[in-house]
């Protein structure tokens, strides 16, 4: 059974930073693309960053571009998110996800099956 599990969200102030981390458990990642997603009240999940399991390029939402940067470990159990010069828009419940299959569009939150229960990020103005 695959587990995912979202750590180290909480309340900074623009300006700051935070790293969220995400444990995956149960199966081989390795050859599996991992993404951030995020939901604000009243708002859709939108995708927030992806790495895809061929070793390219990262994939970022333009709001976070430059200021946000995903990795995952070399076992591909382990994604982290670093966040930088947050801005109160990027407030939200912030989730790591993992799909079922290799080949899927990375950018597109229906892709994932596994999903973390989310951590929340807040960052007051």
């Known amino acids: 059974q695959v587990h995912v599990v979202e750590s180290g969200g909480g309340l900074v102030q623009a300006g700051g930073s935070l790293r969220l981390s995400c444990a995956a458990s149960g199966r081989t990642f390795s050859n599996y693309a991992m993404g951030w997603f995020r939901q604000a009240p009243g708002k859709e999940r939108e995708f927030v960053a992806a790495i895809s399991w061929i070793g390219g390029s990262p994939a970022y939402a333009d709001s976070v571009k430059g200021r946000f940067t995903i990795s995952r470990d070399s076992a591909g159990t382990t994604l982290y998110l670093q966040m930088n010069s947050l801005k109160p828009e990027d407030t939200a419940v912030y989730y790591c996800?993992?799909?079922?299959?290799?080949?899927?569009?990375?950018?597109?939150?229906?892709?994932?099956?596994?999903w973390g229960q989310g951590t929340q990020v807040t960052v007051s103005s």
């Open positions: 996800a993992v799909p079922a299959r290799r080949e899927i569009r990375i950018i597109t939150p229906s892709e994932y099956t596994y």
